[in-house]
């Protein structure tokens, strides 16, 4: 099993930044396939950026794009999701969610492909 460790959520007003870590542990996969999802209240789970650890490949829904970046630091093992211009409907619940690279190498917007998920942080930008 791997693990996901969520942290660096909060409050922000809108046009401020937040960045969020996820760092895996437990089970040891040579490469990942990672999403960061995002939940609102009473709105489906979405994928909002995702980052493929073989080749750092990046995806980003239109929404976010310019805004947010994902990128991954090897030494620290962790998987960032920097956000700025945050906008008040960016407000959410954000999860790390990770999928072995041999199991899946696309990045997928689909929840039930990524078997291993974090235990979300939330994110509330206030206008």
């Known amino acids: 099993q791997v693990q996901l460790v969520e942290s660096g959520g909060g409050l922000v007003q809108a046009g401020g930044s937040l960045r969020l870590s996820c760092v895996p542990s437990?089970?040891?996969?040579?490469?990942?396939?990672m999403g960061w999802f995002r939940q609102a209240p009473g709105k489906e789970r979405v994928l909002v950026a995702g980052?493929?650890?073989?080749?750092?490949?990046?995806y980003y829904t239109d929404s976010v794009k310019g805004r947010f970046t994902v990128s991954r630091d090897i030494a620290k093992n962790t998987v960032y999701l920097q956000m700025s211009s945050l906008k008040p409907e960016d407000t959410a619940v954000y999860f790390c969610?990770?999928?072995?690279?041999?199991?899946?190498?696309?990045?997928?917007?689909?929840?039930?492909?990524?078997?291993?998920w974090g235990q979300g942080t939330q994110v509330t930008v206030s206008s």
């Open positions: 969610a990770a999928a072995p690279a041999q199991v899946m190498g696309i990045i997928s917007g689909r929840s039930d492909r990524y078997p291993y």
């Open positions: 980052f493929r650890w073989s080749d750092g490949r990046t």
């Open positions: 437990g089970r040891t996969f040579s490469s990942l396939t």
